[in-house]
């Protein structure tokens, strides 16, 4: 039971390049979401999904694309990637009875964009 | 979902209990508190959570006022692997809305 992988763990990008972050689960959850954590700050709500082929904006959604085709994938995407979007992405997920295991997040995507 | 406020950085003897406070003074009745923690580069880790009623696990002690305004998180004896920034978060569970991290705690725990 691997719970949450994200890939890539890190990434060097340079300006107007995209890419695509991929998390996966294998916990059969409905809820997944996509954050990101600048320096020294807590994490920022990007896009999220309750369910397969849904998606929703959450905070801070401007310049990011996402996608939930199959129930377990939830694609972040960059479509032309600025300095301003260099952080720490991670992705969570979450069943219906969040209250037996709260949310599980992956270890994190490390991006750079130079 | 109600807003909190937490200490920056608190520091603890190893060993020793760890007594991390949070501010909810907002909360309302259907509103419960949420525990989580990230230790350095790592995706954060659910801890606890509560409505009403004291809670404990495996991993910590979570003590909520009777008026619900306050409430802390205790980790019994605390190790130097439980250095982390602590969140405390409060909002309507369950419900489709993500969590809100603030900047939490950092606890340090010294030798």
């Known amino acids: 039971n691997a719970g949450v992988t994200q890939t890539p763990k890190f990434r060097v990008l340079k300006t107007g390049q995209s890419m695509t972050l991929l998390c996966a689960q294998d916990m059969n959850h409905e809820y997944m979401y996509w954050y990101r954590q600048d320096p020294g700050m807590g994490l920022r709500l990007i896009h999220y999904s309750v369910g397969e082929g849904t998606t929703a904006k959450g905070e801070v959604p401007d310049g990011y694309n996402v996608s939930r085709l199959k129930k377990q994938n939830f694609l972040l995407g960059l479509e032309s990637a600025a300095p301003s979007q260099t952080s720490v992405y991670f992705c969570a997920s979450r069943g219906q009875l969040e209250f037996n295991y709260g949310y599980t997040f992956g270890s994190g995507t490390r991006l750079t964009v130079v | 979902d109600a807003k909190t406020t937490q200490p920056p950085s608190m520091d603890c003897a190893e060993g020793r209990a760890a007594n991390l406070p949070c501010n909810h003074s907002?909360?309302?009745?259907?509103?419960?508190v949420y525990w989580y923690r990230q230790i350095h580069s790592q995706g954060p880790q659910y801890i606890i959570h509560?409505?009403?009623n004291n809670e404990t696990n495996e991993m910590a002690s979570l003590i909520i006022t009777e008026d619900r305004k306050s409430s802390t998180l205790i980790l019994p004896h605390a190790t130097l692997r439980d250095t982390a920034v602590y969140y405390c978060?409060?909002?309507?569970?369950?419900?489709?809305?993500?969590?809100?991290f603030g900047p939490g705690t950092r606890l340090s725990v010294l030798p």
């Open positions: 907002t909360i309302s009745g259907n509103e419960y």
């Open positions: 978060i409060v909002r309507v569970a369950p419900s489709g809305q993500n969590f809100v």
């Open positions: 509560g409505l009403k």
